[in-house]
């Protein structure tokens, strides 16, 4: 089946530097990628929709300037966390949809970052 | 507004016994929902949909029925093995916006031989 992968699978870095997070279709082409976030016990919450070759759409309460998604290619989006705070430690879950389809089952979820800020 | 809300974990079994994993919704319209299976260090992948009421889905022994009447979708299994083991996501999908999810918080299956 379709796979997706996260790099890396967990970081720690220190308050104040940014870290960006690789989210790759390993076997298919990803017009659209999304990005979520998941605390503790909580449940998965969508952050962002990400585009190839357009600007992300962000959900709201999400700040577009403090979490950066880029789709540069059709296998390949990044975020990255920037000037990240202890309040950004999370888990950060991936998926790609395949390439023409709407479908919500051909969405594909990567196994996740896990970041920590000290 | 659309929530999930299903029951927390962990849910600890015996090989062969049967599970329920309870899950209730609230949504505008009338979702798609789904149950989605994490397996530790992989992604989430999909175990089954229910795209309306009273639709039952069902995929590797496990089954959910749609019931609208009291918005829920339990996840059920007759006998679950040891490779059950995993985090089980219930979730849905609104209905202007089927690649919108909303998750449920996720619930541990642990089966012990």
């Known amino acids: 089946g379709a796979v997706v992968s996260q790099h890396p699978s967990w970081v720690i870095c220190k308050s104040g530097t940014s870290v960006k997070i690789e989210c790759r279709s390993l076997d298919f082409q990803a017009t659209t990628m999304f990005w979520y976030r998941q605390f503790p016990k909580q449940s998965l919450m969508l952050m962002a929709t990400s585009n190839e070759g357009s600007k992300a759409t962000y959900e709201q309460g999400v700040e577009k300037d403090k979490f950066l998604i880029n789709h540069a290619s059709l296998t390949l989006s990044t975020l990255t966390v920037t000037s990240a705070h202890p309040e950004d430690s999370s888990f950060y879950i991936c998926s790609a949809l395949e390439g023409g389809s709407s479908a919500l089952e051909t969405q594909y979820f990567g196994p996740g970052t896990r970041l920590l800020v000290l | ?113």
């Open chain 2, 1 to 113: 507004g659309n929530s999930v809300t299903q029951m927390e974990g962990p849910v600890t079994l015996s090989e062969e016994a049967f599970l329920t994993i309870n899950c209730t919704y609230t949504a505008t319209g009338y979702p798609s929902l789904f149950w989605y299976v994490q397996y530790p260090g992989e992604g989430l992948q999909l175990l089954l949909k229910a795209t309306k009421a009273d639709d039952k889905g069902s995929n590797k022994g496990f089954e959910a029925t749609y019931r609208k009447e009291t918005t829920s979708f339990h996840l059920e299994k007759g006998s679950v093995q040891v490779s059950d083991s995993a985090v089980y996501f219930c979730a849905l999908s609104a209905l202007y916006n089927f690649n919108k999810f909303y998750f449920g918080s996720g619930t541990k299956l642990n089966v012990k031989p």
